[in-house]
């Protein structure tokens, strides 16, 4: 099942077009230098931005999204924001997540580090139960441990039925996921 297709989609400022098909259970990874339109295609399948050529369909689908770089609220507690964002996406918060992750519940926003706060994001991304989960440069900010620790969360959010779609400078660790790899 087509959850998102593209067909020649692109902006005006890029200088190739996008053609690709995003389905049900799809790992696709998006590599690519600076400036070769990774987030641009991010923002064209979350409809963020439309495209000047081409066309894009797509179904009526729950999206998570992790952007490259996160912006929270800062004089709010952790635990009160990740209670809010799961109040709004009516589900409730996933302890094995917060475990996982190593989120420091007891501070505000504004005290933690960049890493942290990339971590705040990506669990809120998950909430919900997105069909597909959108992640852009989820590795911002983390440590190698981190690192593999998301990996590793990632991967089981795809095997228990989560379409990713995931732009990294780091292809290399999700190659063995991926279902589709996208160079530009």
């Known amino acids: 099942m087509n959850y998102i297709k593209l067909e020649e989609a692109g902006k005006r400022y890029l200088s190739h077009r ?3 098909e995003v389905s049900k259970d ?5 590599s690519g230098d600076n400036g070769s339109g990774k987030t641009t295609l991010l923002m064209l399948i979350l409809g963020f931005i439309h495209p000047d050529t081409g066309k894009i369909e797509k179904r009526k689908l729950k999206m998570g999204y992790l952007p490259e770089k996160v912006v929270l609220p800062p004089f709010i507690p952790v ?4 209670l809010t964002m799961a109040r709004i996406k009516k589900d409730t918060l996933d302890p094995t997540l917060l475990h996982t992750l190593e ?3 007891d501070k505000s926003i504004h005290q933690l580090s960049k890493g942290n706060q990339q971590k705040i994001a990506f669990i809120s991304a998950c909430m919900g ?4 989960l959108i992640l852009d440069e989820p590795f911002s900010g983390l440590d190698e441990v981190m690192k593999e620790k998301m990996v590793q969360l990632i991967e089981k959010r795809h095997h228990q039925g989560t379409s990713i779609l995931i732009s990294t400078h780091e292809p290399e660790r999700f190659l ?6 996208l160079r530009l």
Do not use: N
């Open 18 to 20: 996008f053609t690709l």
């Open 26 to 30: 799809d790992f696709l990874v998006i």
């Open 79 to 82: 635990m009160e924001y990740l």
């Open 103 to 105: 989120v420091p519940l």
């Open 129 to 132: 139960k997105p069909h597909l």
């Open 176 to 181: 063995h996921l991926a279902t589709k790899h």
